[in-house]
């Protein structure tokens, strides 16, 4: 299975930007990346997902390094909301669609 | 809406019991996945169904199952209760394009004493 390493946790100060890295070195061609993220009590929370290209949407960025085997996600200005386990995945190319492979994820923390 | 409704959000069983837990989605998206989360772990694939039937399985054993209805609702069932079984149960479902934004439910918190 494709596997994703990612720091444990990180600390950002409010409405600041907060990088978030990923390595992932045995991708595939056709693994997507996706992040989840997970606030506390509650169940994961879809975030974003690209292919190759950067991504953006109205909760964050994705940035994917041209060959593929690393991706940041990036939070553009931090909330208190935002405090959370943020997971990168990969889409598991032999199974089924439901077959997301969670890590441990890095526990954001924003200090006001 | 795709909200993912579970139930119940708490539950303590004994050793050796059985379990069964819900899942509904007003969307009533023909897939569904279950994952189980042990504390401070991610969450780990369990098992899906795909039209009622069972289309994919994590590590897990079989009494760990499922059912799937035609409306669309599903249950995930566990017999011979055991402590490490301890855990908070999600299901997913209503994947997107390229099986991004899976919607999560709250899950259920269930504790074997």
């Known amino acids: 299975d494709a596997k994703t390493t990612q720091p444990n946790s990180m600390e950002s100060n409010e409405e600041e930007p907060v990088h978030l890295p990923c390595n992932h070195s045995?991708?595939?061609?056709?693994?997507?990346i996706h992040w989840y993220r997970q606030l506390p009590s509650q169940g994961p929370e879809y975030v974003i997902h690209g292919l190759t290209s950067n991504v953006n949407n109205r909760m964050a960025s994705l940035a994917i390094a041209e060959d593929r085997k690393s991706s940041t996600l990036i939070l553009h200005r931090a909330t208190l909301r935002d405090a959370a386990v943020y997971y990168c995945?990969?889409?598991?190319?032999?199974?089924?669609?439901?077959?997301?492979?969670f890590g441990k994820g890095t526990k954001l923390s924003v200090k006001p | 809406e795709t909200g993912v409704t579970q139930s119940p959000t708490h539950l303590i069983k004994t050793r050796g019991q059985q379990v069964t837990l819900r899942c509904s989605s007003q969307s009533g998206h023909n897939t569904v996945s279950w994952y189980q989360q042990a504390l401070g772990q991610g969450p780990q694939f369990i098992f899906q169904y795909y039209r009622e039937e069972e289309n994919g399985r994590g590590n897990f054993p079989p009494r760990f199952s499922g059912l799937q209805f035609p409306n669309y609702s599903s249950e995930l069932n566990v017999n011979a209760l055991e402590l490490d079984d301890s855990a908070l149960y999600l299901c997913a479902c209503c994947w997107g394009v390229g099986g991004g934004e899976a919607f999560f439910g709250q899950g259920t918190r269930l504790t074997v004493v």
């Open positions: 045995t991708i595939s061609g056709t693994d997507y």
């Open positions: 995945i990969l889409r598991d190319p032999g199974g089924s669609q439901g077959n997301l492979i």
